[in-house]
């Protein structure tokens, strides 16, 4: 965990994740989410994809596990996060997710993050997020 004086613009953090079958599904269990586009694989072929996608919030879920385990680390608050995503995410597709600390606010006690996700080379999810670290 980091005390907010330690942390410096430019700082960043990255977590990496091959999306399963079991991931899609359990993911839909928890969020009430079953669209055939990530549960059907025959709608799913037959859609825009040609194949079954991951839910996009499944990927962006993972900046929650950078910022509460690695920066700032456990006991910080999500504030805000913006997303747009720009491409679909496949079962057997690793995605790397990434914050870069962009500006601090050390009065209120504020850190804002670019955020994106990758698959390869290419960003599937881009936004930016505000975190608040408690004393």
Known sequence: MYKLEDIKVGMS???????????IKSYAGISGDRNPVHMDEQYAKESRFGQRIAHGMLSSSFFSALFGMKLPGPGCVYVSQNLKFRKPVYIGDTVTVTIEVKDIDIKNRRVFFDTYCKVGKSKVIVGSAEIYIPE
């Open 13 to 23: 953090e990255s977590y990496s994740q091959t999306i399963t079958d079991s991931d």
